[in-house]
């Protein structure tokens, strides 16, 4: 159990650090990942990179040089943890993004679904991942959890 408080310890060292270092200015970081909802029937887990990709338009007072960031997740999955109980392993995103000259806060993007993919992104900032539940045939997600 040492070993294992010991490395989450690491981990979220690693984490805080990456992140401080983005809000100073230019920054990357590949980090590993792992939540399981709050019910407990869902487990998300993989690997999260991202790299300072610039700022926004410094002359729009709407968007105003808040850095922007392009980056990926690796072999990110979703895991349902309770076979037969109708509930489905839900890897979603929260993020803010950049098109037009506007921010807006996306939520409950999803991501994967009982599954594992690796994608990319662009221009994004404030990205964060979250392991949810979600009943069979719903969009609803329910019991979700901050991976950071």
């Not at 690796?74 to 950049?98: F, I, P, Q, W």
Request: proline share 1%; net charge positive; hydrophobic share 40%.
């Amino acid at each position: 159990m040492r070993v294992s408080g010991k490395r989450i310890a690491l981990g979220a060292a690693a984490l805080s650090s990456a992140l401080v270092i983005g809000i100073a200015g230019t920054a990357s970081a590949a980090v590993g990942f792992h939540a399981v909802s709050t019910s407990g029937k869902s487990e998300i887990g993989g690997n999260y990179e991202y790299k300072y990709a610039g700022q926004a338009d410094t002359d729009n007072p709407r968007g105003g040089g808040k850095s922007l960031y392009d980056g990926k997740f690796t072999n990110a999955s979703a895991t349902d943890r309770v076979g037969g109980d109708e509930v489905e392993a839900v890897l979603a995103l929260a993020y803010d993004e950049y098109k037009n000259g506007v921010w807006s806060h996306k939520t409950n993007v999803v991501a994967v679904v009982n599954g594992t993919r690796t994608w990319t992104f662009a221009k994004k900032a404030n990205v964060k991942a979250y392991a949810c539940d979600r009943a069979v045939n719903t969009t609803r997600l329910l019991n979700c959890k901050a991976a950071w």
